[in-house]
């Protein structure tokens, strides 16, 4: 079974939010589709089970889907997306730009081309995840396109060529590109558009490790570039994104 053939299903990409006893917090997802149209639209989200914005949505059953547009904020996704608002209040940083009548929140700043709110009408156990199908009510259609999945996947393994040939360059904290050239201080990284603050030099042992001789050199999430040198059963997550191991691809 070759499960990179999944990768070809086309998804948009997605800050969840949601709200419980006047908590709200947030995560990125992808899994994210339409079911019903009409007057009560309904769409399914798969959220992990052990992702803080599961366990808030199950008990309030209220759901907001902000979708991302074409510009790719890495800083954001990496924000909402390899992060559990179990640590962090993850609002704090990104306060909302509005509430729906439940208080659930979402965005409509640039970065966003639409937002929809609802209440979840049916949850559905579905092994390490959850579906929820949730009865849209509130939304609104903002400017631009949305972001695909797949071209944030092919920008992210983009600069993988480039850190393996890596010496002496400056390497962004966030998305992992690295600069060769000057970077004067209104410097934008081209990936994500950050500044030369968040820029440390590449340092030797950034470098990729090399498998030791008849070893697996360990395999590497293809979302958030966590390197796992372990077992990854059936059910296995990365503990930095909570991806399965699907997502997953060999290091080198
Ligand atoms: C690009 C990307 C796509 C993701 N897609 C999903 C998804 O579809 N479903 C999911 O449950 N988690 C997904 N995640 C992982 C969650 O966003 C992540 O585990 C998050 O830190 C959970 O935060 P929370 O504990 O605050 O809810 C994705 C992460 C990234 C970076």
Redesign the pocket.
């Given at each position: 079974m070759d499960t990179k053939a999944l990768r070809q299903l086309s998804y948009g990409?997605y800050v969840v939010t949601t709200v419980c006893d006047g908590k709200m917090?947030?995560?990125?997802?992808?899994?994210?589709m339409q079911i019903t149209g009409g007057e009560r639209p309904t769409v399914a989200v798969?959220?992990?089970n052990?992702?803080?914005?599961?366990e808030l949505a199950a008990k309030s059953r209220l759901l907001g889907i902000s979708v991302l547009a074409d510009g790719m904020d890495r800083e954001l996704?990496?924000h909402?997306?390899?992060?559990?608002?179990?640590d962090i209040d993850?609002f704090a940083a990104y306060p909302p730009d509005g509430v729906d009548e439940q208080g659930v929140p979402y965005f409509t700043d640039e970065r966003f081309c639409a937002w929809m709110t609802g209440r979840v009408i049916e949850e559905m156990p579905m092994g390490t995840?959850t579906i929820f199908v949730v009865e849209i009510t509130e939304g609104e259609t903002l400017c631009g396109k949305p972001l695909i999945?797949a071209d944030?996947l092919a920008a992210k393994r983009a600069p993988e060529p480039a850190k393996k040939a890596a010496k002496g360059g400056m390497r962004c904290t966030v998305c992992g590109h690295i600069e060769y050239g000057e970077m004067g201080p209104d410097y934008k990284c081209p990936l994500c558009g950050m500044g030369p603050e968040v820029f440390e030099p590449v340092a030797a042992e950034a470098e990729p490790v090399a498998a030791p001789a008849g070893q697996t050199g360990g395999m590497r999430c293809t979302?958030?570039g966590y390197v796992e040198q372990g077992e990854m059963g059936p059910d296995y997550q990365c503990p930095v994104?909570?991806?399965g191991r699907e997502v997953f691809e060999p290091v080198g």
């Open positions: 990409l917090n947030g995560q990125i997802a992808d899994a994210v798969s959220l992990n052990n992702n803080y914005t599961r996704i990496a909402f997306g390899m992060q559990s608002g179990r993850k995840h999945y944030y979302l958030c994104c909570g991806m």
